[in-house]
C-alpha cells in the first residue's frame, strides 16, 4: 500500500503547497486523481473540487471530483489515485458509506491499483476508526468504522495548549480518555505541518515538529524518520 497522511492542508505558504513534494513522490507519475470532496460542509463541493485541481495543476494532476460523476462506484473502481480532502469526518464517513464506497476504495488501496493521499479528516477516514477526530459529531456516519489503511488511530492538528490561570481539559487528556478506554490502539498526534508517509509495512514521519505516541497511559515523542510501531 502507499499511502500519505498529512494533518492540514493550509500553511501561509498556500495551499498543500508545503506538501507538493511528497503528493508528487506519492502519485509516482499519475497524472488523473479521483477527488473525495464530502468532508466540506460551510464549503460547497464545487468549490472545494476547484480549490484541489489549482493545488495539483502545477504538479501536473488533472482532478476529477467524485461528486460530479454519474456512477460514483464506477469512478471509484477505476481510479489509481484518490485524494480526500479535509473538513468534518462524520460527514464524510456518512456520504461515503451511503453510496457504497468504503470497501472499494479500502480495496482498491489495498491491493495497490490505487494510492492514496488524504489530510485532516482524509487522514482520520485511512485508520481503523474516526473515534480520534477533532470535529463535532454534526451527522450520524452510521458508525464510526473507517478505512483500516494503517493499525493506528491518527489526531490531525495535534497541538497540547495549555492557558495559563485555566483548567480545562487539554488535547493530551482527551487522547487519555480514548487510550484509557482502547488501551490496546495506539494512537499518533500528528502536528501541523507533518504527515506519514506509508509504503508497504513502512511508516515514516515527515515534518519539522515532533508527533505524539498514546498508547494505554504511556505517551512519548518521534521526530522525522522511520515511525516504529508502538508495542
Known amino acids: 500500500m502507499d499511502l500519505l497522511l498529512l494533518s492540514n492542508s493550509t500553511s501561509d505558504d498556500g495551499y498543500l503547497v508545503h506538501a507538493a513534494s511528497a503528493i508528487t513522490e506519492l502519485a509516482d507519475g499519475r497524472t488523473r ?123 490531525p492538528h495535534y497541538y497540547n495548549l495549555e492557558i495559563e490561570g485555566f483548567r480545562g481539559e487539554t488535547r493530551d487528556q482527551r487522547l487519555a480518555e480514548f487510550t484509557t478506554l482502547s488501551p490496546d490502539t495506539p494512537v499518533l498526534g500528528l502536528p501541523e505541518g507533518d504527515w506519514v508517509r506509508v509504503s508497504g509495512n513502512r511508516y515514516t514521519l515527515h515534518g519539522e515538529h515532533a508527533a505524539r505516541w498514546f498508547l494505554g497511559a504511556r505517551t512519548w515523542d518521534v521526530t522525522a524518520g522511520p515511525l516504529a510501531q508502538p508495542a
Open 33 to 155: 486523481a479521483l477527488f473525495v470532496p464530502y468532508a466540506g460542509v460551510t464549503r460547497d463541493w464545487d468549490s472545494y473540487a476547484e480549490q484541489v485541481r489549482e493545488a495539483f495543476a502545477p504538479i501536473g494532476i488533472a482532478v476529477d471530483s467524485l461528486h460530479q460523476q454519474a456512477d460514483p462506484v464506477a469512478a471509484a473502481n477505476a481510479a489509481t489515485l484518490f485524494v480526500v480532502g479535509g473538513g468534518n469526518t462524520f460527514r464524510l464517513l456518512q456520504v461515503l458509506r451511503q453510496q457504497g464506497l468504503l470497501d472499494v476504495i479500502a480495496g482498491r488501496v489495498r491491493s495497490g491499483d490505487a494510492r492514496y493521499i488524504g489530510w485532516s479528516a482524509g487522514s482520520n477516514l485511512a485508520t481503523p476508526t474516526i473515534r480520534t477526530t477533532n470535529d463535532m459529531p454534526v451527522v450520524d456516519p452510521g458508525g464510526f468504522d473507517a478505512l483500516n489503511l494503517v493499525p493506528f488511530q491518527i489526531n
